[in-house]
């Protein structure tokens, strides 16, 4: 019978070095996720100074 899929794994010549796994690129997730969480952040702002009676940020 063949062997497992991962059997062998990290062995051989097409193995990754340590630290360069085929894996999701962080800088590219962190530009993807920045927008989206932003906004979030500055809508959740928004409703906390409705909420307390300020609509507008007084620092700008």
């Known amino acids: 019978p063949a062997p497992p899929a991962g059997a062998g794994k990290g062995h051989g010549q097409g193995a990754a070095a340590p630290g360069q796994e085929k894996g999701p690129d ?21 409703r906390g100074r409705e909420r307390t009676g300020r609509p507008f940020d007084g620092r700008r």
Not at 26 to 46: F, G, K, Q, W
């Open 26 to 46: 962080l800088d590219e997730l962190a530009r993807r996720l920045l927008d989206p969480v932003s906004r979030l952040l500055r809508t959740e702002l928004r």
